[in-house]
């Protein structure tokens, strides 16, 4: 399966160590999972995504891209193929607008399923389908969703409300392309539906069978003394329920952040003023 790493704070960040530099960092995780990369962030509110075929770990483009990205919301992916050849239409993230979507999992028997989830895309956004993988049917499958509740390119969305409509959503894909995994590595005939899903301002985290932790607090923030946004909340967990960064991650990254797993079904978002929910 793949690896998904998703950032959002209240300053511009680098995530070079993140994706390069780390024990465990993206790129390295990229020897057992080497059919393509992305990273997209966002730059005066506006995505860029940067995306390859090939192995992270070889491609000196990735770690050109993670040595500049700094940003406020960022999300990486590193695929190992389960659905769709190796190419760049089925490399993640995925772009729709403003709107970016990385997907860990797998459906089975995705070809037979594949007519019937497409009758729940809306028309509007079935040509923007590309590529052959079901990660990209599930996130128009999702925006199709959201826009029957909310306007997609509205700004200020409620993290509430489009946790609730995300979950619904999830509820029904399960109805039509069967119930997620209740547990990673559930074997090979399992399914999976864990992703990120941010439109800059607003990011979700979605633990849908494939381990995804997170983390919103430091042990000791080694910035603290010069972070003009330095508070409480970076280094315990907060009592507010407003968060100065939070990141995912489909396993703990080494370093000082402290990770806590989603359990199955579970949902954490972040709205633009980084308000905190767990559904």
């Known amino acids: 399966m793949c690896r998904l790493f998703g950032f959002r704070s209240v300053i511009n960040s680098q995530v070079h160590s993140s994706l390069v530099e780390a024990d465990n960092a993206l790129g390295i995780q990229s020897n057992d999972h080497p059919d393509g990369w992305g990273v997209a962030y966002y730059v005066q509110n506006s995505p860029h995504v940067v995306k390859s075929a090939k192995s992270a770990l070889d491609d000196a483009i990735f770690k050109r891209v993670s040595g500049i990205v700094s940003s406020q919301s960022v999300v990486a992916h590193i695929r190992k193929t389960t659905q769709g050849n190796n190419n760049i239409l089925n490399t993640h993230p995925f772009q729709y607008g403003k709107w970016i979507f990385a997907h860990n999992g797998n459906i089975t028997a995705f070809d037979k399923k594949r007519k019937d989830l497409l009758n729940h895309v809306s028309p509007k956004f079935r040509r923007f389908i590309l590529g052959e993988t079901d990660s990209e049917l599930i996130f128009y499958f999702l925006l199709s969703h959201i826009e029957a509740k909310m306007p997609l390119e509205e700004k200020g969305h409620d993290a509430k409300d489009l946790s609730k409509v995300v979950l619904e959503a999830m509820g029904e894909l399960e109805r039509i392309a069967g119930v997620k995994a209740p547990k990673d590595n559930s074997g090979a005939n399992a399914t999976y539906y864990t992703f990120i899903l941010t439109n800059g301002d607003l990011m979700i985290g979605y633990q849908g069978g494939k381990n995804l932790f997170y983390s919103t607090y430091k042990t000791k923030c080694s ?57």
């Open 223 to 279: 910035d603290r003394d010069q972070c003009p946004s330095f508070s409480a909340e970076c280094e315990a967990p907060t009592q507010s329920g407003f968060i100065n960064h939070l990141i995912l991650s489909s396993e703990p990254l080494s370093g000082e952040n402290i990770w806590i797993p989603l359990e199955p079904g579970q949902l954490i978002a972040v709205d633009q003023h980084m308000k905190m929910i767990i559904s």
